[in-house]
């Protein structure tokens, strides 16, 4: 079975699919993956309904949209004394201070940090938003069932947890009860993953969701406009694309993150293999 098969076999969408750019009435320009004639058509003729993220287990939609920017408080200034001292770690050091970290109040309520896992020399780099419950129990990223989608989808990448792929969160402690992060736990917290990021080197990093996208590009622009372009964080390029929990309830947007993940394929095979 090709990867495509799978992937779509592991998102549930039993359709028959063609380039786009061949879909009757359809600007060539448009074409940036292959999608279901039948979905496009329903994109289409319906309106599309307004982006919007949840961490999982899922919050009020009304709430997730009116929560601040968490990248608002993000400072742009000198790094400070802590911040320069973990832009300066190694692995060892790093996951030390992460373990050990009071910097913001989640510490107070977590059960595990939840550090990151994978390829210390992967070529991808998969950055979601905070731990959930399951997570912090495990002290693992992507646990459960958003966890089983997102190794499938890598598996029709061809990749693997801990082959060449390295999954960390923006937050390494869970906020009580899955709320959404402030923007002082992002400014603590950014300073590991960027880290994180400088000592791996990814020739890709795919941010899922809109809580991470917004994080890591210091900007407030929906999800849905973030998709589709090729971004850069760090001098790394970086794809957005929807959250695996997200993912699992909603058939439409699966469609389009099959077309990020295209996207991100094609900009690693452009940065060409790790020498
Ligand atoms: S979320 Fe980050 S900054 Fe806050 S205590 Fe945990 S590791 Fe430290």
């Not at 993953?193 to 809109?210: F, M, W, Y």
């Not at 406009?225 to 964080?233: A, D, E, M, S």
Request: proline fraction near 8%.
């Amino acid at each position: 079975m090709s990867r495509r098969a799978q992937f779509l076999e592991v998102l549930g969408i039993p359709t028959e699919w063609v380039p786009r750019r061949t879909a009757p009435g359809l600007p060539a320009a448009e074409a940036v993956a292959e999608v279901a004639v039948t979905q496009v058509l329903a994109e289409e003729l319906a309106p599309i309904p307004a982006v919007t993220e949840f961490a999982e287990p899922p919050v009020a939609v009304a709430e997730t949209a009116a929560r601040p920017v968490p990248v608002a408080l993000v400072p742009e200034s000198a790094p400070s004394d802590r911040e320069a001292a973990i832009a300066a770690m190694s692995w060892a050091e790093l996951e030390a201070a992460v373990s050990g970290c009071t910097a913001c109040g989640l510490c107070e309520t977590r059960t595990n940090t939840v550090f990151g896992v994978g390829d210390r020399e992967a070529d991808w780099m998969l950055v979601g938003e905070a731990p959930g419950e399951n997570e912090d129990k495990q002290g693992e990223p992507f646990v459960g069932q958003a966890g089983k989608l997102l190794d499938n989808m890598l598996a029709s990448l061809g990749l693997a947890r801990g082959r060449n792929v390295f999954i960390a969160n923006v937050l390494k402690c869970r906020p009580p009860g899955n709320r959404n992060p402030e923007p002082q736990e992002v400014a603590e917290c950014e300073p590991h993953l960027r880290r994180q990021i400088a000592l791996i080197r990814p020739k890709v990093i795919v941010v899922l969701g809109r809580f991470a996208a917004q994080s890591l590009l210091r900007t407030t622009t929906p999800i849905g406009k973030l998709r589709g372009t090729v971004h850069t964080y760090e001098g790394i390029p970086v794809v957005v694309t929807y959250h695996p929990a997200y993912l699992l309830r909603t058939l439409t947007d699966k469609v389009r993150a099959w077309e990020d993940l295209c996207l991100a394929r094609e900009v690693y095979d452009r940065a060409g293999a790790r020498t």
